[in-house]
């Protein structure tokens, strides 16, 4: 039986899910539909949740499965930074530079693993033992993917003169 007090702990977690799935590369109506299709999982594994775990650790594993499905369904990763940079191109661009949108582009920039290890201990703050609980990975690749990430984005913004 689904508890409804999980589901009201877990809408505090709504813009978190939001920005992870937003930081992915979804646009943000996507990162909308793919939020509820997290909640809606939650109520379908609801069962599996153990009240020893913390909440946040089992909805961005759930969250994980949610946009790897969503890949999968998708077209290539090609295609969609193709769509991507199609979309860019349409936007006027800012006049005064803007940090946030460097740092969104870099982060981009990186493979999905090393982005995936910055979305969650970085963006989101949370533990690297959680991060590695999350993408059922040693803690210690947790923290070489990060360390990794930091060199990588220090190479991006050294070639783009920042």
Do not use: H
Request: charged share 30%.
């Amino acid at each position: 039986m689904f508890n409804k007090e999980l589901l009201k702990e877990a809408k505090e977690y709504e813009k978190k899910l939001l920005n992870f799935f937003w930081r992915q590369g979804v646009n943000i109506n996507g990162a909308e539909d793919l939020v509820q299709e997290t909640y809606l999982r939650l109520w379908k594994y609801s069962d599996r949740y153990k009240k020893t775990a913390k909440l946040s650790t089992f909805l961005f594993i759930l969250a994980r499965q949610v946009l790897i499905d969503s890949y999968r369904r998708e077209s290539s990763r090609v295609n969609r930074e193709e769509a991507y940079s199609e979309e860019i191109n349409q936007v006027e661009s800012p006049k005064v530079p803007c940090v946030v949108d460097d740092v969104r582009w870099a982060v981009s920039q990186l493979s999905p693993p090393l982005r995936e290890v910055v979305e969650l201990g970085f963006f989101q703050e949370l533990p690297y033992k959680e991060v590695a609980e999350i993408l059922s990975i040693p803690i210690g690749t947790v923290k070489s993917r990060m360390s990794n990430a930091l060199k990588r984005l220090k190479e991006v913004f050294n070639d783009r003169g920042l």
